[in-house]
């Protein structure tokens, strides 16, 4: 799973669009299934062909708990969200539910 | 760092203001506070004493995640590095890039001109700080992926300090992969998964594994740039909070090419190190100021200072920027000076050379040697001077290199192969600025596909190091060049395309399509002389009036009294603006004459003398629009969007929904019937955007944009339709109908609602919303019910409304608040009011508790309310302008403090009713996108 940097903003722009949708190609290139979500829709990574599964949800731990609850993925990539994905990230990972899922 | 042998700024981390205070006095002013877990440096900044400490450590603890900020030794003047580094399972570790910032410390890096590989370093000095960053990937522990560490060095002593780190990619690993050609993010993918640096092969050579660092045989210069003139209140100085919206990055054989080429990259209306007369027309006492003080037009200063005469080290004490910069800037004023001695009959061919290798374009020339550009260009062309293009390789030509990513300069040899195949050349929308951002980017990435899928070789060309359309892997050529009328049309010479697609990159493309045109150049899709009608008010009233479209009253006045008279006819509010300026830049609502009276006498000084529009004003109408496809026979509409703010509020600041949610049949189907209209009459082929007003039932056409919009992707992803790609096809050839789709418009699944995000904690200024835009971005929130999607979509863009809670109303006279409160009031809100808006209140028997104005003497008043975190919903509807009123301050603090606020009715309405159906039902479901399907039944 991957957590896109949701909108536009000063300092976070479309720089992790492109980190966003080289890391779900790379991904499917080796094999794994991806789970990406981010809130804006003016992104590549969003487009259906990118992951297997888009989620344009709110960028909140409540909301990806959710996510997480369905997908059940294996691991999830924190890096290339920008500094929203990754503190996301590490406030997921402080949560119970999130135990067994490794943080990469 | 200390455990690693390596020294970084004395530092404290704080958590009040008080300890913010003990902490500097121990360093010692000035000190720079850094507020922790934030990006760009929100809530930041110097302070020099202990009064600016205060101000500064309070906002930074603010805008903490956690509260806290950190209080830092300040290294103003301090020359600034970063270098990228990446390391795997394994533990080999490589660099793939170091830059240079070419403003000093201080400066945010996102806010600095930044320089690849650096310049300046001893060799001595580079491998102690590659050394010193080995040794910190390691000792933090970053298993495997990519880091960006930042480095300080003292100008005299050398001495170095470590300064940030961050373990993600970022900003400056897009930069260093459209840099070298090595894609960060993509091998830091492979590296988490469990692959090692020598295990993945190197995309461009194929030959060499990852594990081999980049070697660059050129200068890469990215200059950031700023949207002061939207934010006129803005303080327009740099420092450690990022203030950028976007960058424009170039690729030269020497660092004044890069320079000067990056510098019209930004397309700021200079064609390389161009000034201003204002700021040639400045003392030396002024210049030495700005140049003290670090402004946005900086560079433009120093080149005065130079022509004025200032030395390399007087300037470089001022500004602290490195004399090896300083001394490149000097070249180009010298050569410029060499320039102006010539005519271009008598221009030498070695000057000519040698100027066009220092990145001097045509147009710079022509304006130098006073000539026209189109004669510069056919005397070069007749000198045989033309550009070269070379190759990103990532290994300087030691290997052979296997992906086409390109830079043109001034030299011999050529390595662009051109192919047989049919080519299609899409042009990019350059660098992020308000009103022209990633849509687009979106967007050509789409038209690049699109191409490819129908057969034909897609060349991009763009210049912001940010985006996907930039990355060598989507497109077949990339042209890394500046989006002007000389690159272009050289790319287009060399490659000799089928057509140029100039739909997708927002304005960029459109205002050099003309001229492209001219020079033949074949622009595909939509015919010139129809972009002029839609552009162009005068003819677009005079079109409008021909096949009877309804557009609100107008006229344009060449001077005051033709405005005065036609604002009588057509009777107040009126919407004013400049002929010929698009994007709503400069357009102003005027509710009455004394206003115009004002506003015309800076009108007519300001505005070049060219004439002024005059619209009435829809007050009270909604705003919708439509995003379409046309192929000359079948109009496919991707959806109908409802504006959420009513008519006056720029479209790209507006929220909106789709489907409409209170539009009847019969309006949607005049907007049908209008937009099938002006496709047929102007001959659209491929995306257009119409944006109308409605009211009693009237549709009224606002505007045509001749173009993709920027809600495009927001529909494709609505909708489940890749538009972009669609339209694509379309401009290519192809018909809907064969793709499968009938006149009408797409099936909406669940309600989409877009919100936009606006940059107002940043920015200095008052947060009204009006007919210029001001937002950087959009997030969408989807579901079955209106009012949910509406609560997603606002949650998404960091306005989380609240469900219970106290909410504070303040509304001018003229606008009944008791819809409103008795909403509020049902849903069990304490109410909270102005004195004038609480008496309103009242009269509809609602209970509510007036809070004193910041006016009123008494205490406490509505900003300790506020400060006190006593307020969750602030509802402010502007009474007067400047920042001395009540409301402008009302609204600072809304986001100071970081309170949801609202600033119009219908939003207003709006969320309270989506707090109700939270009320009702709080638990939101998320789904999955569907997946398009091209076959099933899509249009209704």
Request: proline share 5%.
């Amino acid at each position: 799973m991957l957590i896109g940097s949701g909108p536009i903003i000063i300092g976070q722009a479309c720089e992790f669009d492109y980190s966003g949708s080289q890391a779900c190609k790379a991904l499917r290139e080796e094999g794994f299934k991806t789970i990406l979500v981010n809130s804006n829709p003016a992104t590549i990574q969003t487009d259906p062909e990118m992951a297997d599964r888009i989620y344009i949800e709110p960028l909140t731990a409540e909301i990806l708990e959710k996510i997480i609850a369905k997908e059940k993925p294996d691991a999830l990539l924190s890096t290339m969200g920008g500094q929203t994905g990754l503190n996301l990230a590490v406030e997921l990972t402080e949560k119970e539910f999130s135990k067994n899922i490794r943080l990469s | 760092m200390e455990k690693i042998g390596l020294k970084s700024p004395v530092s404290k981390e704080v958590y009040l203001v008080k300890e913010a205070l003990k902490v500097a006095k121990e360093i010692g002013y000035p000190v720079i506070v850094r507020p922790a877990y934030t990006l760009g440096g929100t809530g930041g900044g110097a302070a020099f004493n202990q009064k600016e400490l205060e101000e500064t450590a309070y906002r930074g603890i603010k805008s903490s995640r956690i509260g806290q900020v950190l209080i830092e030794q300040s290294l103003i003047g301090w020359k600034e590095y970063e270098l990228e580094v990446m390391r795997d399972l394994k533990d080999n570790v490589v660099v793939i890039c170091s830059i240079e910032n070419f403003d000093p410390m201080g400066i945010h890096t996102g806010d600095s001109i930044t320089v690849a590989p650096a310049q300046t370093l001893t060799d001595r000095e580079y491998q102690t700080m590659r050394d010193a960053s080995i040794k910190i990937i390691r000792e933090i522990g970053v298993e495997t992926g990519g880091s960006n560490i930042q480095f300080a060095i003292h100008p005299k002593t050398g001495e170095m300090l470590v300064i940030e780190m961050n373990p993600r990619v970022s900003r400056s690993s897009a930069l260093a992969s459209k840099a070298t050609g090595f894609p960060i993010a993509k091998i830091a993918t492979k590296l988490a998964v469990g692959l090692t640096l020598d295990e993945i092969p190197n995309d461009i050579t194929k030959k060499t594994p990852a594990s081999f660092e980049p070697t660059i045989d050129y200068v890469v210069v990215k200059i950031p740039r700023w949207a002061f003139e939207k934010f006129p209140k803005a303080d327009k100085l740099l420092t450690t909070q990022m203030k950028s919206v976007g960058e424009a990055m170039a690729i030269g054989r020497n660092f004044e090419e890069a320079f000067q080429k990056a510098i019209r990259s930004l397309e700021i209306g200079r064609f390389g190190l161009e000034t201003s007369q204002k700021e040639e027309g400045c003392s030396l006492k002024e210049i030495r100021q700005v140049l003290k003080t670090p402004h946005f037009k900086r560079i433009f200063f120093i080149k005065t200072a130079f022509k004025k005469g200032m030395s390399v080290k007087e300037i470089a004490d001022l500004t602290k920027i490195d004399p090896w910069f300083l001394e490149k800037m000097k070249n180009i004023v010298e050569m410029e000076k060499k320039i102006k001695k010539y005519s271009l009959k008598t221009f030498p061919k070695n000057l000519f050379f040698e100027a066009k290798t220092m990145g001097f374009s045509d147009k710079q020339l022509s304006n130098l040697l006073k000539e026209d550009e189109l004669r510069v260009r056919k005397e070069r062309k007749a000198k045989r001077i033309n550009p070269v293009y070379k190759l990103v390789d990532t290994c300087g030509a030691e290997f052979e290199a296997q992906t086409p990513y390109f830079y043109s300069t001034y030299e011999r040899e050529d390595e662009v192969k051109v192919g047989s195949k049919k080519k299609i050349m899409i042009i990019g929308s350059g660098p992020n600025r308000i009103g022209q951002g990633i849509e687009f980017d979106y967007c050509c990435v789409h038209a690049a596909l699109s191409a490819k899928e129908e057969g034909y070789e897609a060349i991009m060309v763009n210049s912001n190091p940010e985006t996907v359309s930039t990355d060598y892997e989507i497109v077949d050529k990339l042209y890394f060049e500046p989006l002007t009328f000389e690159d272009i049309l050289n790319i287009a010479e060399k490659e000799k395309p089928k057509g140029v697609i100039i739909q997708f990159g927002g304005q960029t493309p459109i205002n050099l399509c003309r001229d492209l045109e001219k020079n033949g150049v074949r622009i595909l899709g939509i015919p010139t002389w129809a972009i002029d009608i839609a552009e162009d008010r005068d003819k677009f009233y005079k079109f409008a009036e021909r096949f009877k479209i309804l557009m609100p009253e107008h006229g344009i006045a060449h001077n005051q009294k033709q405005a005065l008279k036609i604002a009588k006819k057509i009777g107040y509010p009126i919407i004013i603006r400049p002929s010929y300026v698009l994007g709503g830049a400069k357009m102003e609502i005027i509710y009455q004459e004394k206003d115009l009276m004002e506003k015309l006498g800076e009108a007519f000084g300001l505005w070049d003398g060219k004439p002024v529009l005059i619209d009435k004003f829809l007050d009270n109408a909604k705003e919708t629009e439509i995003d379409a496809i046309f192929d000359g026979k079948t109009l496919l509409v991707g959806g109908v969007m409802e504006h959420i703010e009513e008519a006056g509020v720029h479209s790209g600041d507006a929220a909106c929904v789709t489907p409409p949610y209170s539009l009847k049949n019969k309006e949607v189907a005049k907007m049908l019937e209008y937009a099938e209209k002006i496709a047929k009459q102007l001959k659209i082929i491929g995306a257009f955007n119409i944006q109308f007003a409605v009211r009693n039932g009237d549709v009224y056409i606002l505007e045509v944009n001749p173009r993709a919009s920027r809600t495009l992707p927001y529909l494709s992803k609505a909708t489940g339709f890749p538009l972009a790609k669609i339209a694509t096809k379309v401009i290519l050839g192809r018909k809907l109908k064969e793709m499968g789709f009938k006149q009408g418009i797409l099936k909406v699944p669940k309600f989409a609602v877009k919100e936009v995000v606006l940059p107002f904690d940043k920015l200095e200024g008052d947060i009204i919303l009006g007919p210029e835009m001001k937002s950087t971005g959009e997030v969408m929130g989807i579901d079955e019910k209106f009012e949910n999607a509406f609560y997603k979509a606002e949650l998404a863009a960091g306005n989380k409304l609240p469900l219970k809670g106290n909410v504070f109303i303040s509304i001018r006279e003229d606008i009944d608040p008791r819809e409103l409160a008795n909403l509020f009031h049902s849903n069990r809100f304490k109410l909270f009011a102005t004195r004038g808006t609480a008496g309103r209140i009242r009269a509809a028997k609602i209970p509510v508790k007036i809070v004193p104005k910041v006016s009123e003497p008494e205490k406490p008043n509505i900003l300790d309310y506020i400060s006190e975190k006593k307020i969750d919903l602030i509802i402010n509807l502007a009474s007067g302008k400047g920042t001395k009123t009540d409301g402008y301050r009302i609204r600072r603090a809304a986001i100071d403090y970081k309170i949801p606020y609202i600033t119009t009715i219908p939003p207003a309405l709006a969320a309270v009713k989506a707090i109700s159906s939270q009320l009702k039902n709080s638990n939101l479901k998320v789904h999955p996108l569907r997946k398009s399907n091209y076959n099933k039944n899509m249009t209704k």
